[in-house]
């Protein structure tokens, strides 16, 4: 017995580490190159607001490639699709390692997320396969333990990588970080969608189930709610840069460090969350951090624009800020996927479409607006916040009125997962 529940717990820890590489893909594309944006600025002889554009053509790239990915990992199964979509992703950051145009940069970003935009939807849609609910958002708590690395590590490596290969070396290492990534999915990533559960209509038909979800009230709510998490993030990523790097004059590699340590608030979050739900619903965890994350970004936003406090007030605040979205990641993605046991893959991806194009929105407006100082960046993020504690309180609405729409047969949740089911899976994933 002792035997088989160690090979369960490696089998599990395995899938974890997959999982959230997998999770973490975008993170690491776009916070690996952020100390860079000058020097690739100066390279390629075209303005720092190109390479900051590239951010935002990467997240739109992300947020519609989503949309494929999500009907055929539910008609396929989950493998052969994140397979594909790793390939075009090695093959993309060879591109860019490759570049030497601006527009060259902006083409093979949008190819890259492309690619990178399987892992997210499939990872997400893996987890709802096997758990329900409550496990759901544990298990995407676990995960961001292993995703929250990348904002720690990429940043870091990406500053010293700067010294060693130059920029385009930042690339040649997402490359490797690829091909890894496809081979441990090959080998060791169980299927999680047996062939009797998976949908039986026409690709045409997956397609219009998008407009099902549209219908449904409280899923809207939970993915806008999403969208304004990370809008609150992009607009951070997109603007920290300048606001570290050319207004304050730290150096790309003391950035990395300030960046890691925001990184390391989050994970702390994140793992906290696994123990409050415990005791609290993800609904009540929502509404309470929801509200903090609101105050912090209006105290922020005040500092900010009268000076009080300075520079150190402005970093305390946004570390505050940032650590509570390590509270609303799991708990939106596992409320917002937890009706969808047949058509997890498409409600995964249409809930990351929305949530990378509201943070590619947000991040966009912050390059839109820049006017030499931090208060674009703080301003969207404060409006997220509002967006994100307004489209809870509408959630929380729809479910005690009842007024979410019913969803078609196609999009019937089925029972989750059994504990057998899930243990054999993990020990399939432990064998092969």
Sequence with gaps: MSVMVKKQHVGLVKLVLILGALTAFNSMSIDMYLPAFPEI????????GTVQLSVSAFLFGSAFGQLFYGPVADRWGR????????GLYVISTIGCALVHSGEGLLFWRVVMALGGGAGIVISRAVVRDLYDTAEAARM?????????????LAPLAGGQLLLITGWRGIFWFLGIFGVL?????LLWLPESLPVEKRSKGSIKDMVTGYGALFRHRQYLCYAIAL???????FSYIAGAPQLFIELH??????????FGLNACGLIGTSQLNRKLLRRY????ILSVTFSV?????????????????GFSAQLILLFLCLCSTGLLYPNVTALALAPFARSAGTASALLGTIQYTLGATAGAFVGMFQNGTGLPMILTMTCCAVVGRIAVTLSRHCQSSGSCQPLPTTFTALPTATVANRSSLVHNSEQS
């Design 227 to 233: 969208g304004a998490v990370a809008g609150f993030n």
């Design 41 to 48: 600025a100066r390279d390629l002889s075209v303005p720092l």
């Design 281 to 284: 619903g993800s609904e009540q």
């Design 79 to 86: 493998k052969l699709p994140l397979l594909f979509g790793l």
């Design 181 to 185: 990534s496809f081979c441990a999915s």
């Design 140 to 152: 995407f708590s676990l995960l961001m333990l292993v995703m929250g690395a990348a904002p720690i």
């Design 293 to 309: 994350n609101l105050l912090g970004a209006l105290l922020l936003t005040l500092s900010t624009m009268t000076g009080i406090g």
């Design 249 to 258: 004059g730290i150096s790309p590699q003391y950035f990395g460090l300030i």
